[in-house]
């Protein structure tokens, strides 16, 4: 729309322009929102079958590795509120992407979990079985560390525009996961990502007066992380 000497014209180049950023910016947040679903409903489903849950991290890994490949060049590959918040802490993300970043995982950890369990009790699955936690230092620990070491790895690789969605980014991802899941799987179970929490808070797997830790923990190690690489990545003046 332009407004030249007091009339207001529609410019069909600005519309074109206008509704071509509206569609990008959609296919990024229908990315984070598929990327999130498949995590949690691969990990609320893999976690409730005995015979497999030593393998566990290497389902959601699998999962994750993918889901990087396929949407890091449209959306980042996020699928983890720490990381969005991280992204916006350095600019790489506006305040309105942001925004809708974690609402399309919140929307998609509540979806995947509520499916997951739906498929679970069809295919004859016992009860859920609700993680009880004991000790909630250790709980925010795990987390915290879990999530620095992503946080700070990533950042590395992720954050660098011609590295988003390549096989780097999904394997050291997916194996960086694997290593931190199996390391304070039995202090946590390993989530290190707000959205997975809670999507196995809604379906029933971590208890929700539990949930707090899982916030906490993951936005500590993650800020730390951020704050780690930002000094060590800052040129040095007159040097």
């Not at 199996?182 to 999507?199: C, I, M």
Request: glycine share 12%.
């Amino acid at each position: 729309m332009n407004i030249h000497e007091g009339a207001i014209t529609f410019s069909p180049q600005n519309s074109f322009f206008h509704i071509q950023c509206a569609r990008f910016k959609m296919k990024k947040y229908l990315t984070e929102f598929i990327g999130t679903f498949f995590l949690v409903l691969t990990a609320v489903l893999v976690n409730q079958q005995p015979g497999i849950i030593p393998m566990a991290p290497w389902a959601i890994a699998g999962v994750y590795m993918g889901m990087v490949l396929a949407g890091g060049g449209l959306s980042g590959a996020h699928y983890n509120p720490v990381l969005t918040l991280v992204g916006l802490m350095n600019r790489k993300l506006s305040r309105t992407d942001t925004l809708y970043y974690l609402v399309a995982q919140l929307i998609a950890a509540t979806m995947a979990a509520s499916i997951g369990v739906f498929l679970h009790e069809c295919g004859g699955g016992t009860s859920i079985i609700t993680r009880i936690q004991e000790q909630s230092l250790c709980v925010v620990m795990a987390e915290f560390f879990g999530t620095f070491a992503l946080t700070y790895t990533l950042m590395h690789v992720a954050f660098v525009p011609s590295a988003e969605g390549s096989l780097q980014h999904g394997i050291t991802a997916a194996f960086l996961l694997v290593a931190l899941s199996y390391t304070f799987g039995r202090l946590s179970g390993g989530f290190f990502n707000p959205a997975l929490a809670f999507g196995a808070s809604v379906a029933g797997m971590i208890a929700w007066e539990d949930l707090w830790g899982y916030v906490l923990g993951p936005g500590l190690g993650a800020a730390a992380g951020a704050t780690v690489y930002q000094l060590i990545n800052t040129p040095d003046d007159g040097y």
